[in-house]
């Protein structure tokens, strides 16, 4: 049922849009509040208190302070702060689910299949808590001991994009909490809505103060630039453009520190002549239309077999331009907006260039007239050197291209800076292991459009990142090894028996 504009409102003053630090909401110290907007309307949804660096620094005072008790805090009780996390959001997961359609302007019923990947990492989290386990063993030598136990690394600075405004805080959040990190988060600009709703939750599930303190900006350096230099922090998580990670990676350097980056992708969609070709349709439309194509493992490169390119081609262009662009919130739409409207002009940038290199237009290729941001559902047939196969897309624009052999096809996928997902559609399992050892990413989607996952280890190779979210080793991102040498307990003079 479309959501009422009554509704809406009912939500968005509901909001407390303050920065959070150390359990209080305040107003920021800069005086200043930013709007965040509708990208389906183009008008201003509400606005938020605006932090700055007086903002970020007080924020990991509280978090410095915190730190010390909440790493001694039993496994059990931040479990259970995870566990009731969860529960809440699930209970109020139409209302996360409208606020992220409405900042971020993807169709309700993907909000709601966001609101369950996301809430699924905090049941994750909660249950790896309590099951983090280090290890005692004897040394080779056969004397001494090597006691191995992981603390938490420290006060953490976790940086999320815009596209998934609930899962990527609580990819980062959850963990850091199962370790016993404190924290300063600071939500993207366009969308922090959603993660103050979700900083309330958290309050309500027991979090005590100063373990998560919030800083929305639309200044981002003025909160990374001091916190990176302050030795008091240590660790940086982000998820964003390749681009700014890599400078946020050189800020990082000064003081050593910890980073997880997930970063930018260039995903290539391997379709070979064996495929189920109706399998390979299906995932690829949701490869590449989940988010509208706004996902780091967006299928971003159609690499088909030249045998069976002209039929995937024609499958795919009409499904995709059966898909319906409309606002979110209302009933039969599949295909929300762009975020703004200068993304979605790169977009179109882009298609026009591909184009002018040659490139042809099966369906859409151009904006949808009227408010909002609404791109066309594309399908181009493009030359394997196209310019736009090398641009990460992040719209919803397909480039199909094709490959005559495995070797042109690996060659192909492998032909960019990024690393982060690729997916593969073959009936042959021998090729599908042979490819996925030559293919340089760090996950593989084989025979599936949708990979994510809370239990599996989600992150890329080369510049799409380092570190891994999520699965057993999104928790060590959070801890630091540390090794206790014991000396041989045989070689010891006896102690008297107490
Ligand atoms: P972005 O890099 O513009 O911004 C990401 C975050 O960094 C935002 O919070 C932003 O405010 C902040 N930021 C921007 N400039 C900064 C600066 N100078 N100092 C500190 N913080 C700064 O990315 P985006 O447009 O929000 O997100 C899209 C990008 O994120 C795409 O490249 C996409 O592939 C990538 N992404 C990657 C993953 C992953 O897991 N690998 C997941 C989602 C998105």
């Known amino acids: 049922m479309t959501v009422t504009p009554e509704r809406e409102k009912a939500l968005l003053d509901s909001l407390n849009t303050g920065v959070l630090i150390d359990g209080q909401w305040r107003e920021a110290s800069t005086g200043r509040t930013f709007d965040v907007v509708d990208p389906s309307t183009g008008k201003v949804l509400t606005s938020v208190q605006d932090a700055g660096t007086e903002d970020a620094l007080a924020a990991l005072d509280a978090a410095d ?87 938490p690394v420290g006060p953490c600075l976790l940086i999320t994009p815009w596209n998934f405004p609930l899962a990527m805080a609580t990819r980062k959040i959850a963990p850091a909490i199962a370790a016993g990190c404190t924290m300063v988060v600071k939500p993207a600009k366009l969308t922090p809505l959603t993660t103050l709703l979700f900083a309330q939750v958290l309050e309500e599930a027991g979090l005590p103060a100063g373990v998560l303190n919030v800083v929305a900006s639309s200044a981002a350096s003025e909160i990374s630039g001091p916190l990176l230099q302050d030795s008091r922090l240590r660790k940086m998580s982000f998820t964003g453009s390749t681009g700014v990670g890599r400078r946020l990676l050189k800020d990082a350097a000064d003081n050593v520190l910890r980073t997880s980056m997930e970063l930018g992708g260039n995903a290539p969609f391997l379709v070979f002549e064996d495929a189920d070709l109706d399998a390979a349709v299906k995932g690829a439309v949701q490869a590449k239309m989940r988010n509208m194509g706004e996902a780091c493992t967006a299928a971003n490169r159609f690499l088909v077999h030249e045998s069976v390119a002209e039929e995937f081609t024609r499958r795919f262009a009409e499904r995709m331009a059966g898909l319906t662009p409309g606002r979110g919130t209302e009933d039969g739409v599949d295909v929300g907006p ?127 990142g380092l570190g891994r979210e999520g699965a057993a080793e999104g928790i060590e991102e959070y801890t630091s090894v540390q090794y206790i040498g014991i000396a041989d307990p045989w070689a010891a003079p006896s102690a008297p028996a107490s």
């Open 338 to 464: 762009i975020i703004d409207a200068d993304a979605r002009e790169g977009i179109h940038e882009l298609v026009t260039e591909a184009v002018a290199a040659g490139g042809e237009v099966v369906t859409g290729g151009e904006k949808v007239e009227g408010e909002g941001y609404f791109y066309r559902p594309t399908v181009l047939t493009v030359g394997n050197d196209n310019p736009i196969l090398g641009q990460e897309i992040f719209g919803p624009v397909a480039p199909v291209t094709t490959f005559a052999d495995e070797e042109e096809a690996v060659r192909l996928a492998n032909d960019t800076e990024y690393g982060l997902a690729a997916y593969l559609f073959t009936q042959g399992f021998t090729r599908m292991f042979r490819v996925t050892e030559r293919l340089e990413y760090g996950m593989i989607g084989f025979n599936a459009g949708v990979i994510s996952n809370a239990a599996a280890p989600f992150g890329g190779v080369k510049q799409s």
């Open 65 to 151: 302070r915190a730190q010390a008790d909440w790493a001694r805090t039993a496994p059990r009780e931040r479990a259970e702060i995870l566990r009731r996390a969860f529960d809440l959001v699930n209970e109020r997961a139409e209302d996360f689910a409208l606020l992220m359609t409405l900042e971020m302007g993807k169709p309700l019923v993907e909000s709601r299949g966001e609101v369950v990947y996301g809430a699924e990492f905090l049941r994750w989290f909660s249950e790896e808590t309590v099951r983090h386990y280090g290890r005692y063993v004897t040394t080779p030598e056969g004397k001494n001991k090597i006691l191995v136990q992981h603390r």
